[in-house]
């Protein structure tokens, strides 16, 4: 998923980064995040992980800078790439609110997550209301729109997703 996220759909490309992870390998059967990272040159600073990470901590000053480099890199990290991982992030949030138990056998299967990531969530749930993260849906609603075209102030995307920060996190 870290591969496909800071890649693209691009078949060729997602060869070629597999390619250099092989090679980089050692021969190894297991490859870590972190010998994905350095193979593909991955920024594990500032990537839609750490972003959406950000905006579950509420942390509007690294949102914003993680923003500055993934809002500027069209070609890897297009708007319409990033709306849905938020999107699917905050609804995470929201499934542990519901659920309202911390268990997390119980959250691994209903977010369907790796159970190092449970945490988490559960900590960002502590920081969102459930009216909030409505919102927070509305406004992910209608920045898609906007990156589509309806209801535009030709803003650029850039723009756009400094607005999300904004309008989610703070």
Known sequence: AVLIQNTGN??????????KIIANSGGSQNI????????SGIDKKYNVFE?????????????MEIAEVIGRDKKNTPFLMILPIVFNYLKRIQ?????????????????G?????VQEYVSASQ???????????????EMDL?????????????????????RIVA
Do not use: C, M, W
């Not at 972003?51 to 949102?63: C, D, V």
């Not at 990156?147 to 650029?156: A, E, N, P």
């Not at 850039?158 to 999300?164: A, F, I």
């Open 10 to 19: 691009d078949l060729h490309r997602i060869d070629g980064e597999l390619q």
């Open 32 to 39: 870590s995040l972190s010998d994905l990272e350095t193979a």
């Open 51 to 63: 972003f959406t990470r950000a905006i579950g901590q509420r942390n509007l000053f690294k949102s």
């Open 95 to 111: 499934l542990v609110l519901e659920t309202g138990s911390h268990n997390r056998d119980a959250l691994v299967r209903k977010l």
């Open 113 to 117: 997550v790796n159970p190092f990531f």
């Open 127 to 141: 920081r969102y209301h459930p009216s909030e993260l409505r919102k927070a849906f509305s406004t992910i609603q």
């Open 146 to 166: 906007r990156v589509k075209g309806v209801r535009q102030l030709h803003s650029s995307d850039y723009e756009l997703l400094r607005e999300l920060i904004v």
